[in-house]
T-cell receptor, first 119, second 113 residues
Framework: NAGVMQNPRHLVRRRGQEARLRCSPMKGHSHVYWYRQLPEEGLKFMVYLQKENIIDESGMPKERFSAEFPKEGPSILRIQQVVRGDSAAYFC?????????????????FGNGTRLTVT | GENVEQHPSTLSVQEGDSAVIKCTYSDSASNYFPWYKQELGKGPQLIIDIRSNVGEKKDQRIAVTLNKTAKHFSLHITETQPEDSAVYFCAAGLTGTASKLTFGTGTRLQVTL
């Protein structure tokens, strides 16, 4: 069973370039979450998507950042005109569709992240 | 919004000893509390979780306790082993598929021989 797949594992960009991070969720998972982790810090929520829909983007910076999860293909986190402060590890997580009723929670399964370095 | 505080930031124990990591949360509506283990260069891995209708949960050497009144929860690792060395994160959120988690700042656990 393949887990959450993220690529690339490492990405180096110069200031002003664009960064594209990809995430393929676990098989059968239709919910994708992006988190950012700065060195020696915890993970900060960025955005939550379902297929073709952005459900919650309350953690996304207002400018330069965008995310999508198309009907076919991986979820993409796109950072335009990168700056040094964007250097971080970006983690994608997925969860399955919750079946049935009740107060269940779908645990998040994380990928191994993309480490973005802006020079 | 939710705010999660985690202590200590670093913890060193001898092999075989117990380790305890504590977290507090601010939003009384939160009802789901997972713990993640992150090894160097990898993503966080879920090790145990607890819902607010349960006070304690145990899985082999790992246990989690929850005090809803005080809004704090703790991770207990007994008989620690070198492979337990990692960064541990607590988190708080709401049950349901649309929930997002708020993470603590992590505890770096070092198990020494």
């Amino acid at each position: 069973n393949a887990g959450v797949m993220q690529n690339p594992r490492h990405l180096v960009r110069r200031r002003g370039q664009e960064a594209r991070l990809r995430c393929s969720p676990m098989k059968g998972h239709s919910h994708v979450y992006w988190y950012r982790q700065l060195p020696e810090e915890g993970l900060k929520f960025m955005v939550y998507l379902q297929k073709e829909n952005i459900i919650d983007e309350s953690g996304m910076p207002k400018e330069r950042f965008s995310a999508e999860f198309p009907k076919e293909g991986p979820s993409i986190l796109r950072i335009q005109q990168v700056v040094r402060g964007d250097s971080a590890a970006y983690f994608c997580a997925s969860s399955p569709i919750r079946s049935g009723t009740g107060a269940g929670h779908s645990p998040l399964h994380f990928g191994n992240g993309t480490r973005l370095t802006v020079t | 919004g939710e705010n999660v505080e985690q202590h200590p930031s670093t913890l060193s124990v001898q092999e075989g000893d117990s380790a305890v990591i504590k977290c507090t949360y601010s939003d009384s509506a939160s009802n789901y509390f997972p713990w993640y283990k992150q090894e160097l260069g990898k993503g966080p891995q879920l090790i145990i979780d607890i819902r607010s209708n349960v006070g304690e949960k145990k899985d082999q050497r790992i246990a989690v306790t929850l005090n809803k009144t005080a809004k704090h929860f703790s991770l207990h690792i007994t008989e620690t082993q070198p492979e337990d060395s990692a960064v541990y994160f607590c988190a708080a959120g709401l049950t349901g598929t649309a929930s997002k988690l708020t993470f603590g700042t992590g505890t770096r656990l070092q198990v020494t021989l």
